[in-house]
């Protein structure tokens, strides 16, 4: 139900370090305007999103990357790090 959850206490992480456009942190439109959260800026150390509810980190680390980033990291070995620490 809508009422259990305090949304105040919901926050998309925006990672500070992307390099991404100010418009991109409206990726995460609300399809239902009854939910709310508060959208802040930080130093990720994984992923470059996440949401947190309560101080907490839920499931939902969120890694961009462009296809020329992603065939990059493949080849290098990041990728397999990464896909390591995000599951």
């Known amino acids: 139900?809508?009422?259990?959850?305090?949304?105040?206490?919901?926050?998309?992480?925006?990672?500070?370090?992307?390099?991404?456009?100010?418009?991109?942190?409206?990726?995460?439109?609300?399809?239902?305007?009854k939910v709310q959260y508060q959208m802040e800026n930080a130093s990720l150390n994984?992923?470059?999103?996440?949401?947190?509810?309560?101080?907490?980190?839920l499931d939902y680390i969120i890694e961009r990357k462009k296809a020329d980033d992603l065939a990059a990291s493949i080849l290098d070995g990041r990728y397999k790090d990464q896909k390591y620490r995000l599951h």
């Open 1 to 33: 139900r809508e009422d259990d959850i305090s949304l105040n206490k919901l926050t998309l992480l925006i990672d500070n370090r992307k390099k991404t456009k100010k418009h991109n942190q409206f990726l995460f439109v609300k399809n239902n305007q």
């Open 46 to 57: 994984l992923g470059d999103f996440l949401w947190v509810y309560e101080n907490k980190v």
